[in-house]
């Protein structure tokens, strides 16, 4: 057997096993007959089956968190809490092929990039980049102290801040990149010194659990993370409006973060929600259009398009219009849509056969509205749900498509003319999203000033917009609020206190 060959076996004998709920350390039983079961996307078999908390286990949950909390854990050192963060990045890197495995079966995102890469090899590095940045804050997340104010009659008053873990967090998990979320969302939150209860979603409820099993062989004390797989509309809301919840870190759509808004409103929950994008991509014709081609390509068919900062609208000059649409031609003429374990494919399934049919429906619009078919446009019959790598070139923006997220590999051309910038940023700022923009051009000076005016909580030049633990990552508009990441995404796990003293 070849190591390929014994991970997939391993994943499939996890994801075969019973699954529970796991809550304060143990593995219990959801107090509902719902089940899960999870489609494999490349195949359409189901290939696990899990169960679904009711809204009680959730309550369950978040007692076990509090209990945890509020008993020791926001207090352990933070020197251990790093410490324990490093043990769970050592035993993701050594089990990093198995979760890139999980994730494969369960959401269809590739297994490998190439043949020659170690398996799994770029996810697992993106996760380990992730969880060391975090594991170095604990040590040095800090309030502000001021110098002694001189008050009359002789006193005088020391004012100083402090930072506290916020308590209870809700992690709300999409499907399109499962351990990567998981991991974005409670690694952060246990530097900090909360708790945690994840919902993975429905479409993907494997890798969560392994990775619920790992948090404790790292040591993590019971309570500090608990996982229930359970549905949106009932575990995912018992969240969002439980009382001990204190923040919810949320990654999906816009109008379920609309819902989770006015749940969360009613206890004023602390908030990061990360929706959806509609991300411009301007090519200018002096920039280096290999590179930006490359770009497009990679990012806007990688993970089959489902991607929240996929370049959905691409913006080029006029004049290179025809030459960058050939180049990005003949770079995806090499995509192989299949399985996204068989290491002879570039480009995986979309989550779920309806999402397939939506894809397909609005290509279909987009034609009879009419957007010309540069490549692509049809589904792909596999017997999963396969959608092919999809170029279309319209005119102008005044069609549904270059305003609706499609997540999926469909992207847009519009021509633009340098000597109406004006109306290219109008263009590029006409949708309800904010998340990302990308600017391609020699000229700096100009790519600048165009980042000043984008609407988009990440600006790029001559690169793609990407995730770097280091940097902060989120939307404005309806793409989303708060920051993870950085800093700031730090910082949002905690409440500040401010403490005024007589001295
Ligand atoms: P989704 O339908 O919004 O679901 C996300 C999560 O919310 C799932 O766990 C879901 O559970 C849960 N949920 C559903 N209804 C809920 C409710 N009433 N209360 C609380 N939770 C509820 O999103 P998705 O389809 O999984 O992901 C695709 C979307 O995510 C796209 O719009 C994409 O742009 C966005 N996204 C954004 C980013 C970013 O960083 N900005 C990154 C990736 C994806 P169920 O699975 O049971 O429905
Ligand atoms: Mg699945």
Same mark, same amino acid.
């Given at each position: 057997?070849?190591?390929?060959?014994?991970?997939?076996e391993?994943?499939?004998?996890?994801?075969?096993?019973?699954?529970?709920?796991?809550?304060?350390?143990?593995w @219990?039983?959801?107090?509902?007959?719902?089940?899960?079961?999870?489609?494999n996307?490349s195949?359409g078999?189901?290939w696990a089956?899990?169960? !679904?908390a009711? +809204?009680?286990?959730?309550?369950?949950?978040?007692n !076990?968190?509090q209990?945890?909390f509020?008993?020791s854990?926001?207090?352990?050192?933070?020197?251990?809490r790093?410490?324990?963060?490093?043990?769970?990045?050592?035993?993701?890197?050594? %089990?990093?092929?198995?979760?890139?495995?999980?994730?494969?079966h369960?959401? *269809?995102?590739l297994f490998s990039?190439?043949r %020659?890469?170690?398996?799994?090899?770029?996810?697992?590095t993106?996760l380990l980049d992730?969880?060391?940045y975090?594991?170095? =804050?604990p040590?040095? +997340?800090?309030?502000?102290?001021?110098?002694?104010?001189?008050?009359p009659g002789?006193?005088?008053?020391s004012m100083?801040?402090i930072?506290?873990?916020? *308590?209870v @967090?809700?992690?709300?998990?999409? =499907?399109? !990149?499962?351990? &990567?979320?998981?991991?974005?969302?409670? +690694?952060?939150a246990?530097a900090?010194g909360c708790?945690?209860?994840?919902?993975?979603a429905?479409?993907?409820?494997?890798?969560?659990?392994? &990775?619920?099993?790992?948090?404790?062989?790292a040591?993590f004390?019971d309570?500090?993370?608990? @996982?229930?797989?359970?549905? *949106?509309?009932?575990? *995912?809301?018992?969240?969002?409006?439980?009382p001990?919840?204190?923040?919810?870190?949320?990654?999906?759509?816009?109008?379920?973060?609309?819902?989770?808004s006015?749940?969360?409103?009613?206890?004023?929950?602390?908030?990061?929600l990360e929706?959806g994008?509609?991300?411009?991509f301007?090519?200018m014709?002096?920039?280096d259009?290999n590179?930006?081609?490359?770009?497009?390509?990679?990012?806007?068919?990688g993970?089959a398009?489902?991607?929240?900062?996929?370049?959905?609208r691409?913006?080029?000059?006029?004049?290179?219009?025809?030459?960058?649409?050939?180049?990005?031609?003949?770079?995806?003429?090499?995509?192989?849509v299949?399985?996204?374990l068989?290491?002879?494919? %570039?480009?995986?399934? @979309?989550?779920t056969r309806?999402?397939?049919?939506?894809i397909?429906?609005?290509?279909?619009?987009?034609r009879?509205e009419?957007?010309?078919?540069?490549?692509?446009?049809?589904?792909?019959?596999?017997?999963? %749900?396969?959608?092919q790598p999809?170029?279309?070139h319209?005119?102008?923006t005044d069609?549904?498509?270059?305003r609706d997220?499609?997540?999926?590999p469909?992207? &847009?051309?519009?021509?633009?003319?340098?000597?109406?910038?004006?109306?290219?940023?109008?263009?590029?700022?006409e949708?309800?999203?904010g998340?990302?923009a990308?600017?391609?051009?020699s000229? &700096?000076?100009?790519a600048?000033r165009?980042?000043?005016?984008l609407?988009a909580g990440?600006c790029? +030049?001559?690169?793609h917009?990407?995730?770097?633990?280091m940097?902060?990552?989120?939307g404005?508009?309806?793409?989303?609020i708060?920051r993870?990441?950085?800093?700031?995404?730090?910082?949002?796990?905690?409440?500040?206190?401010?403490?005024?003293?007589?001295v």
């Amino acid at each position: 057997m070849t190591p390929f060959d014994q991970c997939v076996e391993q994943a499939c004998r996890f994801a075969g096993r019973p699954h529970k709920l796991f809550i304060n350390g143990n593995w @219990v039983d959801s107090q509902s007959d719902d089940v899960i079961r999870s489609e494999n996307p490349s195949t359409g078999d189901i290939w696990a089956e899990v169960q !679904a908390a009711s +809204v009680q286990d959730v309550d369950d949950a978040a007692n !076990a968190a509090q209990a945890c909390f509020a008993g020791s854990w926001s207090r352990v050192r933070p020197k251990e809490r790093e410490r324990l963060l490093r043990r769970f990045a050592e035993l993701v890197e050594q %089990n990093g092929d198995l979760i890139c495995a999980l994730d494969a079966h369960d959401s *269809g995102r590739l297994f490998s990039g190439s043949r %020659n890469q170690r398996i799994g090899d770029a996810n697992i590095t993106t996760l380990l980049d992730t969880i060391h940045y975090f594991a170095g =804050w604990p040590t040095k +997340v800090s309030g502000q102290s001021f110098a002694l104010v001189d008050q009359p009659g002789g006193q005088q008053k020391s004012m100083q801040s402090i930072r506290e873990p916020i *308590g209870v @967090v809700a992690c709300i998990l999409p =499907w399109n !990149a499962p351990a &990567l979320f998981m991991i974005n969302k409670v +690694v952060p939150a246990l530097a900090a010194g909360c708790t945690t209860i994840v919902k993975p979603a429905e479409q993907t409820p494997v890798s969560a659990l392994y &990775l619920a099993e790992l948090f404790r062989e790292a040591g993590f004390p019971d309570g500090t993370v608990n @996982v229930i797989n359970g549905y *949106g509309h009932v575990a *995912g809301a018992a969240l969002s409006s439980h009382p001990l919840v204190k923040k919810i870190s949320f990654t999906g759509s816009t109008m379920v973060g609309q819902r989770i808004s006015q749940a969360a409103a009613a206890s004023f929950k602390r908030l990061t929600l990360e929706l959806g994008g509609k991300t411009a991509f301007i090519v200018m014709d002096d920039a280096d259009i290999n590179t930006a081609a490359i770009a497009a390509r990679l990012t806007g068919y990688g993970n089959a398009g489902q991607f929240c900062m996929c370049p959905s609208r691409l913006f080029v000059e006029e004049s290179i219009r025809d030459k960058f649409i050939e180049k990005i031609a003949a770079l995806s003429s090499d995509i192989v849509v299949g399985d996204a374990l068989s290491p002879d494919t %570039n480009m995986g399934p @979309v989550i779920t056969r309806k999402d397939r049919d939506r894809i397909a429906s609005m290509v279909d619009t987009a034609r009879q509205e009419g957007a010309d078919v540069v490549f692509g446009g049809d589904i792909v019959d596999h017997g999963g %749900n396969f959608y092919q790598p999809t170029l279309l070139h319209h005119g102008n923006t005044d069609i549904s498509i270059a305003r609706d997220e499609v997540f999926g590999p469909v992207l &847009l051309t519009v021509p633009f003319r340098r000597d109406n910038l004006d109306r290219l940023l109008d263009q590029a700022n006409e949708t309800r999203f904010g998340l990302a923009a990308s600017v391609w051009t020699s000229d &700096l000076s100009t790519a600048r000033r165009m980042t000043e005016r984008l609407e988009a909580g990440i600006c790029t +030049v001559n690169m793609h917009p990407g995730i770097d633990p280091m940097m902060e990552f989120g939307g404005i508009k309806d793409s989303g609020i708060g920051r993870e990441f950085g800093k700031a995404g730090m910082e949002s796990f905690y409440e500040s206190k401010s403490i005024h003293m007589m001295v």
